[in-house]
């Protein structure tokens, strides 16, 4: 099936730096990708839609120039927290569409950032 | 927003079948309910999707009502793996966004 690989699986930075996030579609091209956001027993929460070649799409109330997102290839996008601070610590999780007749969207494992 | 409301939460007993409610009444005619479930601290996993027909694989059953206003997530004989929170969700067959609702948290009990 189509896998989705996130780098790093775990990270702690210290408040004001920034920290990068890798998303890889190992056996498959992608051409959108998505990231998301998931604060403890809360649902995700879709931060913005990465397009290969284009500039991101945020939603409403995701700061762009904070959350930096980068979808250089078919098979890797890439958030970047800038000035990081305590309360962007969450668990961030992108997805993948799979080009086809339904466009299914497939996960990676996550990463949890903490900011102390 | 979501399109859809699920139950909070459900129990159900070991080998037995779990049945997860989804409504989805405001369903446009082009959109397909998918399911999803998430397992403590991973990513999301894609089971089903359909439109109007009953729908099974491997993993699941999903039986959508006639007038499309609802479905039903079938897990036929359940096990403590199953034990996760099931988000169904409405979208569009080509592209856009799966929006997430609170989903329902499943229990799987020995």
């Known amino acids: 099936g189509a896998v989705v690989s996130q780098h790093p699986s775990r990270v702690i930075c210290k408040s004001g730096t920034s920290v990068k996030i890798e998303c890889r579609s190992l056996?498959?091209?992608?051409?959108?990708m998505f990231w998301y956001r998931q604060f403890p027993k809360k649902s995700l929460m879709l931060m913005a839609t990465s397009n290969e070649g284009s500039k991101a799409t945020y939603e409403q109330g995701v700061e762009k120039d904070k959350f930096l997102i980068n979808h250089a290839s078919l098979t890797l996008s890439t958030l970047t927290v800038t000035s990081a601070h305590p309360e962007d610590s969450s668990f961030y999780i992108c997805?993948?569409?799979?080009?086809?007749?339904?466009?299914?969207?497939?996960f990676g494992p996550g990463t949890r950032l903490t900011v102390t | 927003d979501a399109k859809t409301t699920q139950p909070t939460s459900m129990d159900c007993a070991e080998g037995r079948a779990a049945n997860l409610p989804c409504n989805h009444s405001t369903i446009s005619g082009n959109e397909y309910v998918y399911w999803y479930r998430q397992i403590h601290s991973q990513g999301p996993q894609y089971i089903i999707h359909g439109l109007k027909n009953n729908e099974t694989n491997e993993m699941a059953s999903l039986i959508i009502t006639e007038d499309r206003k609802s479905s039903t997530l079938i897990l036929p004989h359940a096990t403590l793996r199953d034990t996760a929170v099931y988000y169904c969700i409405v979208k569009e067959s080509q592209g856009g966004k799966l929006i997430f609702g609170q989903g329902t948290e499943l229990s799987v009990k020995p």
């Open positions: 997805s993948a569409q799979l080009l086809g007749q339904y466009y299914e969207q497939y």
């Open positions: 056996d498959f091209q992608a051409t959108t």
